[in-house]
Every structure is written in structure tokens, then in C-alpha cells.
């Protein structure tokens, strides 16, 4: 008789237990079930209005709610019952599609001037990867429109043969796409996730011939959408709900060409200090007033101060078509942040902070800041040297009313994740009505503090339940070679400083349906500025721990009750499966 050699290989990892449903599942069904072993469309009702929070429903959506459950549970058997089983109530709950943590309709004022409300924005929404070297597109712009995200930036430049116009990052090696081509594509993806405006930043170092070719470009492409204010100046913001389906350009106006001809000598000596970062801040040097390329027309031609009197008619005119179309005013008046912070109770301007510089303003000028955004536009947007095309921290900007936290769309990363998560609010409409308490003022002229220490508003309640889904997203080896993973949960608040704190679950170790049923409270000074963040990881002994999903919803949107949560990957695009159960309670 031969020898037989034996081998026993163990395999864990493919094994998928479905977990139970949580013992708040099982109590909420008895307790509505009556302590039977069905639930009715009337004893639904009553668990979604009492629970869910769900006040506005009625006997026939729970009925409509309790049909497309058993049709989807049980496709081919006709079950004479219409009522739910626990398992069938476990799967509603479980049901990212059935029953989301958030609505996803629009459910704020629209009816507000622009200056009330934080509006997706992008930072040089043409660049396809870094800010040095990558390639400019209209790629990014469309994919950005998809996202909802609301305020696009053009780099305007001369083309090399200075006939047409160029959009790049200037100063660096990035290659041009046509102007022609982004305004079309926006044209075409402006309103496609979104019916409210969307506004064009331009970033303008042309010649006054091609800022008349620009009005002519921007009038040809959009004609009836373009909106052209009445007046050379706008006194009041018009709301997102009279622009709907309108584009809105805001750039600096373009000086009269003599005044800007006198100035020559004096933009000289700043000329070699001068980037993007200082060109729009009122922190760095005075920006020139003039393009790189009209200084180095004046250079060859130093002796000549100013125009002939018709060219210089000829280019004013030309630049007034151009300035026509402009409705929101950028640029900043020259004599530091106290003059650029002035309220022109006339005009209603757009002014341009780099993240430094909004932090710097904020240490002595935040209350100033506040009320400088109650009618007026505040642009922040990353350092120059972000090269990577990561980004900051949005919350400084939201807290000090500023509608524009320009953000890279292609840097993604936990700062990204938080713009993603403020966005989901209003419906992903891209525009969210900021608190009443950034819009008031006080008896005595006072406007919000955000250095001031507030009590406690409102405290959350979050129960972390149980995951699932991972193994229908993920390679079984994805995670661990030779087992089940071991996931963990991070939860927390991202507000004001006050309220930022980060918890997390115990690690559930070789299981793909992880129960955790953990609970955190967190007291919230300002709940109407703060996020919940969430992340699962895989615990990995010997690396750094794998990334397993997030997402971030707005607080203030929050549901009450048992709900699910589907998380993203690390772009902020949802996975089929992947989910959390929670429960979300306001005391």
C-alpha cells in the first residue's frame, strides 16, 4: 500500500455570513408589528413617521414602500401576504436606495441674492492633474459640471501667435487648450445636474482686441443664457432661482487703456515679484495692472508714454463690449485688506483671498470678513504652492461667509471629501443657503464672531451598527491574502473648531459583515456649519492600514432614525455594495 501525502489548506476568506439584524431592528419591528411577525403598510407608517422622522408620508407610500420590498425579495414567488417579515424590514433598512440618511431634493430658499448662499466652486477647472505639468482640458470642466460643482476658473492667455485665445496655467509648462472649446463644453454640461447658474471666473491676461474676441466668443456661444447685468455694476446679487439656466462672468473690468499706459513705470518695479498667489491677494504685492505681454510691448517701446488719442478711443471701445458682460466685478481696491473689506452699499464686487491670506485676515479682521460676505462676493482658493493640486481646509472659508472656497476637483483627499459632503445638501444643486447667523446683524450693527466661544446648540447621537457589501466590491484577496478582513470604523465631526473630534469603532477582526453597535455623542456648537465624517479601514498588523470607504454628510440634513450609509472610494464615487446601518439621534 503507497504513501499518500495529505494536504489540508484552510480557506477563511471566502466564507460571507449575513449578519442578523441589530437587536434596535428586531425591538423597533416588534414594538410596531405589534409583537406579531408581520408588519403592515399601517404599522410601517407608524415606525417612519415615529422613528424616521419621515412626518410628511402617508398610508399609500408606505403601501407603495412595502410592495417594492417583497418584489424585490421575492420576484418569483406571488406571496399572499402584504406585510413585511423582519428579514424584509432588516433589507428596507439596509437599503441604501430604499432608505438613504439624507433627501436628495432641493429644500432650501432660492430665492436669496447670490451672496447668501456657498457655491460649489472649482480652482483652474481645466487642469487634468498637477498645477505644473499636467495637460488642460475641457475634460475636467464637463466632469466637474456633472458633480453639480458651480463656479468654473479659465486662465485666459494669448496663443502664440496672439490671434486667439488659450486657456493654461500661465508661468508653467501645463498644455493650452482653446477658450472656444471650454466655453462650448460648458455650454453643453452647464445644466445637466444642475438647473441653478453657473459662473465663470476668468483669470483675464489679454490684450483689449482679445478681451473684445472673448465678449464675442461668450456672446456667440451662450447668446440668451449669457446674463448681461443692466447697469455697469450689479447693486444687489439677483437670487439662483431668477438665474436658473444663466451664466454669470466675473472677472476683473478692464482699466481704461491710458490710465493703464501712465501706470507702466510703476507696474515695472513690481513686475518681478508678480505670480497668481500675489496677482489676487490682498496680501501679496500690488498686481500690475497691465498683461505680461503689454509690458513687454511698452518695454521696446520705452519712450512712448501713452496711445495716439484715436487708438486709445479705439481701445477703450473695444474694452467696454468685453466689460459689458462682466457682472460680477473682481479686483481689489488698492490700500490693503481695510479698503478691500469696505462695503460699497452701490455695487456688489468678488474679492479673491489665497488660503493664507484669508487666515491671516481672519486672526484680526473676522467680524469685518463676515459682514464684507453678507452682500459681497469672497473668493478663497488653494496656495501656489500646492503643486500636487491638493487642498485646505474648506471650513475657515464657510465660517466666515465666504460663498467661494475654490477647490482643486482633481486633488482628492479628506479636504475634497468635506466639499463633497457640504455639497450634498440642497439636493446637490451646488448652491447651500448659508445660516441665518453668517446673514444677520444684531441690534446694535454686530455681526457673527467666529472666535466667539458658544455653547453647546444641539448634541448628535450616532450608533454604528453593522457593514456589508465589501465582498461584492472588493477581490477576496483585496484586504488580507489568507483571511477575512478586520474593518473599523472612524466617525466624526468636521465644524468649527470647536466641534472637530474624531472617534472610532473597535477593530472586528476575519469577518466581511462586521457588527460593531457602538455609540458616540457629539455636542455641536454650531451643528449648521458641521459634517459627519465617516471612514471604514482594515486594521493591517504590519502596514498601514487599507482604505475601505467614506463619505460625509451635512449634519443639518441629517435624518432621524435607522438609516443606511453607502460609502464612496477615495474619489468620492459610491461603491455598488459597500454600506454602513446607523442611527442618527438629535438630543
Known amino acids: 500500500m503507497g504513501n499518500y501525502r495529505v494536504c489540508v489548506c484552510f480557506s477563511r476568506k471566502f466564507k460571507v455570513t449575513e449578519a442578523e439584524p441589530p437587536t ?41 414602500v412595502v410592495r417594492q420590498i417583497l418584489q424585490k425579495r421575492h420576484p418569483i414567488t406571488k406571496l399572499a401576504r402584504q406585510a413585511l417579515a423582519l428579514d424584509d424590514f432588516h433589507h428596507y433598512l439596509f437599503s441604501a436606495d430604499f432608505n438613504p440618511p439624507i433627501n436628495f431634493k432641493v429644500n432650501h430658499d432660492m430665492n436669496a441674492p447670490l451672496s447668501h448662499y456657498f457655491i460649489f466652486t472649482g480652482h483652474n477647472s481645466y487642469l487634468t492633474g498637477n498645477q ?9 470642466i ?32 501645463t498644455t493650452p487648450v482653446e477658450l472656444i472649446r471650454c466655453l462650448k463644453s460648458i455650454k453643453e454640461h452647464a445644466f445637466s445636474a444642475s438647473p441653478y447658474p453657473v459662473v465663470i471666473t476668468l483669470e483675464d491676461h489679454l490684450t483689449p482686441d482679445l478681451q473684445a474676441k472673448v465678449a464675442q466668443m461668450l456672446t456667440e456661444t451662450f447668446g440668451e443664457m449669457l446674463f448681461v447685468p443692466e447697469s455697469d455694476s450689479l447693486k444687489e446679487c439677483p437670487s439662483p432661482e431668477e438665474l436658473k439656466h444663466r451664466i454669470i462672468i466675473s472677472t476683473k473690468p478692464p482699466k481704461e487703456y491710458l490710465e493703464a499706459s501712465a501706470s507702466v513705470c510703476k507696474d515695472r518695479r513690481n513686475s518681478s515679484q508678480r505670480s497668481k498667489d500675489s496677482e489676487d491677494d490682498v496680501w501679496g504685492s500690488e498686481p500690475s495692472s497691465l498683461t505680461a505681454d503689454q509690458e513687454e510691448n511698452e518695454k521696446s517701446d520705452s519712450d512712448k508714454s501713452y496711445e495716439d488719442d484715436d487708438d486709445a478711443t479705439h481701445r477703450g471701445h473695444v474694452a467696454s463690449a468685453y466689460k459689458r458682460l462682466i457682472a460680477i466685478h473682481a479686483g481689489k481696491p488698492k490700500g490693503g485688506l481695510k479698503e478691500a473689506l469696505k462695503i460699497d452699499p452701490d455695487k456688489v464686487r468678488r474679492l479673491s483671498l489665497s488660503e493664507q491670506a484669508l487666515e491671516k485676515a481672519a486672526e484680526s479682521h473676522g467680524t469685518e470678513i463676515v459682514r464684507f460676505t453678507q452682500r459681497n462676493i469672497l473668493r478663497v482658493y488653494p496656495k501656489g504652492t500646492r503643486f500636487n493640486s491638493s ?23 479628506r479636504a475634497l471629501w468635506l466639499m463633497h459632503g457640504m455639497f450634498k445638501a440642497n439636493g446637490g444643486c451646488g448652491y447651500v443657503k448659508k445660516p441665518d447667523f453668517l446673514l444677520s446683524v444684531g441690534p446694535n450693527n454686530e455681526v457673527f464672531d467666529p472666535k466667539a466661544k458658544l455653547p453647546v446648540k444641539k448634541t448628535l447621537k450616532v450608533k454604528v451598527y453593522m457593514g456589508d457589501g465589501w465582498h461584492l ?37 476575519d469577518i466581511w459583515t462586521p457588527v460593531w453597535d457602538e455609540e458616540f455623542t457629539f455636542p455641536l456648537t454650531v451643528p449648521e456649519l458641521a459634517l459627519l465624517r465617516i471612514e471604514v479601514h482594515e486594521y493591517d498588523m504590519s502596514e498601514k492600514d487599507d482604505f475601505a470607504g467614506q463619505t460625509c454628510i451635512p449634519v443639518s440634513e441629517l435624518k432621524p432614525g435607522i438609516h443606511t450609509v453607502p460609502l464612496c472610494n477615495r474619489k468620492g464615487e459610491k461603491y455598488n455594495s459597500a454600506r454602513l446601518l446607523m442611527r442618527f439621534e438629535f438630543v
Open 24 to 64: 434596535d431592528v428586531k425591538e423597533a419591528f416588534k414594538k410596531y408589528g405589534d409583537g406579531g411577525n408581520q408588519m403592515s403598510a399601517e404599522q410601517l407608517l407608524k415606525f417612519l413617521i415615529e422613528v424616521q422622522g419621515e412626518t410628511q408620508l402617508t398610508v399609500a407610500d408606505a403601501d407603495a
Open 132 to 140: 505644473l505639468t499636467s495637460d488642460c482640458s475641457d475634460v475636467p
Open 142 to 173: 464637463i466632469k466637474a459640471l456633472k458633480k453639480g460643482v458651480r463656479v468654473i476658473e479659465l486662465d485666459i492667455w494669448p496663443n502664440s501667435d496672439k490671434d486667439d485665445v488659450h486657456v493654461l496655467h500661465g508661468r508653467t509648462v
Open 391 to 413: 487642498n485646505y481646509k474648506p471650513l475657515i472659508g464657510w465660517m466666515h461667509g465666504a460663498q467661494m472656497v475654490a477647490f482643486n476637483m482633481q486633488g482628492y483627499g
Open 473 to 509: 466590491d472588493f477581490k477576496q484577496t483585496h484586504f488580507d491574502l489568507y483571511s477575512p478582513p478586520d474593518f473599523y470604523t472612524r466617525v466624526g465631526i468636521a465644524g468649527v473648531p470647536a466641534d472637530e473630534i474624531m472617534k472610532k469603532t473597535k477593530t472586528k477582526e
